[in-house]
DNA sequence: ATGGATGTGGAGCAGGTGTTCCGTATCAGG
DNA sequence: CCTGATACGGAACACCTGCTCCACATCCAT
């Protein structure tokens, strides 16, 4: 009796166990394909597994997106802290702005969660700080060292990130990476634009 | 009965006529401050009409948001045309984009509709093309006249005018112009780097 | 004014969604 | 094995959407 007041968290059965993560797995590559407003019978049968099956593991919707999404949410907490660490000011802004990209071109859910409107993104709260916060710190030794021209504030790399995020064509990658570029240019100080600008620049006569 | 089957078009009463005007006009304002997703039925209550009789005018819900953006779209086909009219090469081009900013900051159906993946752009495939032409234009010119960099095409703007189009925080006029100043930035030419220095070079030979 | 053409309103249909219920199947400890 | 707790599947519910049907109201030419 007191052993199972204690032991409120029970082992689950193993087959249960499989089907949790296989739905997990099952809606991430879902979510990264077509979005977050699937249905969720859509990821239910994709898996396999009955409708009752997923709301058992996932009551609400949210949940399913947010379990979804929430290794693919640590993952950019790491590239971030990757470019917290970039010794030059120029390449760790726009590493960071680059990596922000690359993952809005290869998972369209992710975005969808951290700067879109969606419910879901209630349950990133947290992370979105701890980037915003983190984007400052790059902006502000950015602008120090100048690599942004003087009057680049975070605000206006929220503006480009967000800017990216909603981006319609993001599912070309030639499109994607031309606005990253044009938006780089826009914040980049005078002599210090992106490697990639500069060296086309130079092959133009 | 001959001269029914020739009077194809009868004059409709005058009541329904009033009817029509108000819908369109109802949801063209809703349209405008909601986007083009709200409800059949939230367009009706808010007209004091009937569900029924907003289906008698506009039989599918694309004939409704087309009747409400009609005279929007022919009001940018003149901006359009002002735009090709300008002299200056540089305050053409800039001047379609910020226009066309200003569209989106105020209507957030009109850009839903002539951008996004809604099914009533169909209706505009015309007016897209003709602004897809117009602003080739508008891009080459800036191009030979040097106001923007040479390596800047016309696929280049279009990104940036979707960029704009799809931007999640265009309710905000101070973030919406900050990004239409950062991807101006982005296609000027090195000595034009800011709308503002545009004043320098007025005319151009 | 009046009667038939014309227009209206709201219930109802069809299709889609998230979520719940409950009889049945499956696992795991005895 | 066998048996009870655990998990499953699919039908069903509640809600929302665009759209239709039809009895009733309104207009306007006669």
Redesign the interface.
Known sequence: MRIAEIEVTRKPRTDAELNRRHLIAVARAAFADEGLDLPMREIARRAGLGIATVHRHFPARTDLVTAALAELVAECRGEMQASLDEPDPWRALSGAVHSFAEHRLHDRGLNQAL???HPAAAAFAVDRREQASAMEQLVDRARESGAVRPDITA??VR??L??I?????AHSAT?LH??V???????AA?DRTSPETSA??QA?P
């Not at 570029?181 to 914040?187: A, D, N, T, V």
């Open positions: 700067f879109g409107s605000a206006d503006v480009c967000s800017a995020a909603s981006f319609r064509l499109h031309r606005l570029e044009l938006l780089l240019i826009g914040l005078d086309r620049r133009i």
